[in-house]
């Protein structure tokens, strides 16, 4: 079976760092880009970041650009995106998911962690 | 950066009746635009890719067309568990972002 399955969220204070892991498993890991999609209580659903299969080519949504770093480790078929200095807007549900081969849609999600930022 | 706008903001529809979503983008997108459902607790679904592709296992009543700005999704007879909220979202620009959504819910 097709799976992604988030893991790492949490309470976190303003300033503080977050590390969350995606695990991928029914599927050739390395050869798909990967995505964070997150979604704050109540709205709807925001791109963070993307990387390419082989991790060449990154990119990040501007709300997060300089604190967010996304990575993969193809080896344990696993994505990563490590937050720092968080912020309370970055409270939300963060989804792992992946790209098509053609990257024109994300075809499978995981169930999403929370991720709540608060004093 | 490409903006999707999504009418309506809500549907109200009694199961039977049709759905007709719409998406516009703020400039062309040619046909790289993909829809997904979403239900209450739930991780998105994707219905639609590449504007009328429908996706694996998904339903013949779910149907989406456009091209360019203009794009709508179809739901021809709506299910128990097609209320829920709608989003498309862009693929031929970076940032591939989504539009607000449409929740269709019970009239």
């Known amino acids: 079976e097709v799976q992604l399955v988030e893991s790492g969220g949490g309470l976190v204070k303003p300033g503080g760092s977050l590390r969350l892991s995606c695990a991928a498993s029914?599927?050739?890991?390395?050869?798909?880009?990967m995505n964070w999609v997150r979604q704050a209580p109540g709205k709807g659903l925001e791109w963070v970041s993307s990387i390419s299969s082989s991790s060449s080519y990154i990119y990040y949504a501007d709300s997060v650009k300089g604190r967010f770093t996304i990575s993969r480790d193809n080896a344990k078929n696993s994505l990563y995106l490590q937050m720092n200095s968080l912020r309370a807007e970055d409270t939300a549900v963060y989804y792992c998911?992946?790209?098509?081969?053609?990257?024109?849609?994300?075809?499978?999600w995981g169930q999403g962690t929370m991720v709540t930022v608060s004093s | 950066e490409i903006v999707l706008t999504q009418s309506p903001a809500t549907l109200s529809l009694s199961p039977g009746e049709r759905a007709t979503l719409s998406c516009r983008a703020s400039?062309?997108?040619?046909?790289?635009l993909a829809w997904y459902q979403q239900k209450p607790g739930q991780a998105p679904r994707l219905l639609i890719y590449?504007?009328?592709n429908r996706a694996t296992g998904i339903p013949a009543r779910f149907s989406g067309s456009g091209s360019g700005t203009d794009f709508t999704l179809t739901i021809s007879s709506l299910e128990p568990e097609d209320f829920a909220v709608y989003y498309c979202q862009q693929r031929s620009n970076w940032p591939p972002v989504f539009g607000p959504g449409t929740k269709v819910d019970i009239k």
């Open positions: 029914g599927f050739t890991f390395s050869s798909y880009s």
């Open positions: 400039q062309s997108v040619s046909s790289y």
């Open positions: 998911a992946r790209d098509t081969v053609s990257r024109d849609a994300f075809d499978i």
């Open positions: 590449d504007a009328s």
